[in-house]
């Protein structure tokens, strides 16, 4: 029956497709014994949501770096590469995760020195939480492997997506997704923030180079569709970026924008998401481009815009999992939004995880807050929070 899918898919593409313009954590010690607080316990994602409080379920909302959850830290200092990374679960991230309790995190590569390094330290992270944390990562293969490009894992390490989408063959898409999500999972890592779904129809978007399976929408849709099935022979979730596309944007001064109407996308960017999601793509992620002439108040980030995530994402391409913005803590939040605004306003447009917010307490307390003062209805939240729970029960957390 998939095989049937896929070739139909394939045909429809190839109809279509021509409508495409071408402080350092080391000053708070590791206790090997942190005192695991007792988990919630359910037979399934419904249970569990039924025994949360209101706290629980705004801390499922948000993914962070582990950085995030030492509060001595400064926002530069998180996300500045060239700075030491968390690698324990210190005592200063168990006081945070009591206040603050996330509902994942997303590892990079300074926080890496070794197999052994990153159990305990997912351990830790793990008896800190009553709901056990979705462990995730930026493993796309090729120069955007946090893992395999760390040199601390041994792993295989697969070619960039163009040379992959280049062979025209998607069974290589797929024996690459599957290498990456096999270590990803014996390591313990649950999710993936790939593949990218991009079509590069701007030859100049040098941030999309050798990330993405090419300029043809046929091609890049066939290639998703194999690399979800990959990534879940592999044993983890994958997530399709950059919806709507940002293939055609410039990203190297700002933001970026697409000029195009939604009309014109559907004959090109959203082909490979549409792909992915028929074929069980487990989330999908919302970049910050600006969509002027595709929705309504398109000058907005996508990632804020409800006529994008909502109208067009949740309601007209009938996508029911997981929805998660791009980071955050991006300049082209950060530049215009205060970190409140941004959780608040994402949350509101439609997304279920708040990827990478760049201060966690101001965001987390502005959902609660809003939940509390009935902004944010708990029916509202309760359905974000049930499909986090269902991607966790799906990969064996709950």
Not at 254 to 271: N, R, S
Not at 323 to 347: G, K, P, V
Not at 360 to 389: C, K, M, N, W
């Amino acid at each position: 029956m998939k095989r049937s899918i896929l070739i139909l898919l394939a045909a429809v593409l190839a109809v279509l497709a021509a409508g495409c313009g071408g402080e350092k954590s080391s000053s708070h010690p590791f206790q090997e014994e942190p005192g695991a607080v007792e988990p919630l316990t359910a037979g399934n994602a419904e249970e569990l949501l039924a025994k949360m409080s209101t706290e629980q379920k705004v801390g499922q909302l948000f993914l962070v770096r582990p950085e995030a959850l030492d509060l001595t830290l400064t926002p530069q200092q998180r996300e500045d590469p060239l700075n030491d990374g968390l690698t324990e679960a210190t005592a200063q991230v168990r006081t945070t995760l009591a206040d603050y309790p996330v509902g994942g995190i997303l590892f990079f590569g300074k926080n890496f020195t070794g197999a052994e390094q990153l159990e305990e330290m997912m351990t830790g992270l793990t008896n800190s939480l009553e709901v056990p944390p979705l462990f995730a990562v930026e493993e796309e293969g090729g120069s955007v492997a946090r893992v395999a490009n760390s040199g601390k894992f041994g792993v295989a390490t697969v070619h960039d997506m163009t040379v992959i989408g280049d062979s025209g063959d998607p069974a290589q898409a797929r024996t690459a997704a599957s290498t990456i999500g096999t270590y990803l999972k014996e390591l313990g890592f649950h999710l993936t923030l790939a593949p990218v779904a991009d079509v590069l129809t701007q030859q100049e978007n040098v941030d999309l180079v050798g990330r993405t399976f090419g300029d043809n929408p046929e091609t890049v849709s066939m290639m998703i569709s194999a690399a979800v099935e990959g990534f879940h022979d592999g044993g983890v979730g994958c997530t399709l970026k950059h919806f709507p596309g940002q293939g055609e944007a410039d990203l190297s001064a700002g933001p970026g924008v697409t000029e195009k109407a939604w009309e014109e996308m559907l004959t090109c960017e959203i082909y490979p998401f549409q792909a992915g999601m028929a074929g069980g793509a487990d989330a999908v992620m919302v970049s910050h481009i600006a969509t002027p002439n595709a929705v309504a108040n398109g000058q907005l980030p996508a990632s804020l815009n409800p006529d994008l995530v909502t109208g067009k994402l949740r309601q007209e391409l009938r996508f029911q999992r997981v929805i998660l913005t791009d980071s955050l803590s991006a300049a082209a939040i950060t530049e215009s939004y205060s970190a409140d605004q941004a959780a608040l306003l994402a949350f509101q447009a439609g997304a279920d995880i708040l990827l990478l917010p760049e201060d966690l307490p101001a965001a987390y307390d502005a959902i609660l807050a809003a939940v509390q003062d009935g902004t944010i209805t708990q029916q509202r939240l309760d359905e974000s929070v049930l499909r986090i729970l269902q991607l966790k029960e799906k990969y064996g957390l709950i």
